[in-house]
């Protein structure tokens, strides 16, 4: 495996809170190390925290909003609606000529009916009305519940859209292969995992159950970690982008 030489002034910020941990490592490989951590305790910013209140209180403002219309369409009926269409057309019926069979027998009046008499329907718009009601009615329920669902199952960004180093594992075991195989001295998996803890520890959201169990060899929560993470192909691929590490085979 091919190292260059990295000058600290590109390291992250972070470098020095991490430097003592890292001073085993090539320096591109604590550059990587640097950049994952970072990225890491991104997830904890608070801008990235409090963005799910702030989606929350948004979606209630909609809530809100649509409610108020719903309230104020309640009273409308659009079966009242419906029927005044008629009164309209009746009340604008031309009025037939004496004697005519028109005059003596009034049969239901329709929109068809003003197309033949080649004059405006009075009831057409409050049709499309009474149409519209029952859909918008239908429509703001749909919402209504569909919005009510976003606020109570809602997740943070971190489990919607989630970086590599949020995902179950993947964090412990990029790591737990850069201080293996990136080590200036040979480095066993006992070694790797007691170099990872304190760095790990440092960042937030970090339990105390990281610590390493001399008699098994290593950290029991960063094995069961590893075991459990199903991205190990994606971040091989990171490591071999990154530090040219060779490709890796999993079972």
């Known amino acids: 495996m091919i190292f260059h030489t990295v000058d600290r002034r590109l390291l992250p910020k972070r470098w020095r809170e991490f430097e003592p941990e890292l001073q085993g490592l090539h320096y591109p490989a604590q550059e990587v190390v640097c950049q994952i951590l970072a990225a890491y305790a991104k997830g904890y910013s608070p801008e990235i925290t409090n963005s799910l209140n702030e989606r929350r209180k948004w979606l209630r403002r909609i809530l809100s909003k649509l409610n108020r219309l719903k ?25 037939p000529a004496p004697f005519s069979a028109g ?80 080590s200036v001295r040979r480095t066993s998996l006992a070694e790797a995992h007691k170099r990872m803890i304190p760095p ?34 994606l971040c091989d691929q990171y490591l071999q982008d990154w530090l040219a590490f060779p490709p890796k085979k999993h079972q």
């Open 200 to 233: 790990l520890k440092k960042l937030p959201g970090r339990k105390s159950q990281l610590t390493f169990d001399p008699e098994k060899g290593y950290a029991p929560a960063i094995r069961s970690g590893i075991d459990r993470c199903k991205y190990k192909q």
């Open 71 to 95: 309230r104020n369409l309640s009273p409308i009926n659009e079966d009242a609606v419906a029927g005044l269409c008629n009164s309209l057309r009746e009340i604008h019926r031309p009025t």
């Open 103 to 182: 005059e003596r027998i009034q049969l239901p009046i329709s929109s068809a009916d003003f197309v033949r008499w080649k004059i405006a329907d009075p009831g057409e718009a409050l049709e499309h009305l009474a149409g519209s009601l029952v859909i918008a009615k239908h429509s703001l329920d749909q919402e209504i519940a569909f919005i009510h669902k976003e606020i109570k199952y809602s997740k943070p960004i971190w489990k919607t859209r989630p970086h590599l180093w949020w995902r179950k594992g993947c964090l412990y075991y990029v790591l737990e292969r850069i201080f293996r195989e990136a």
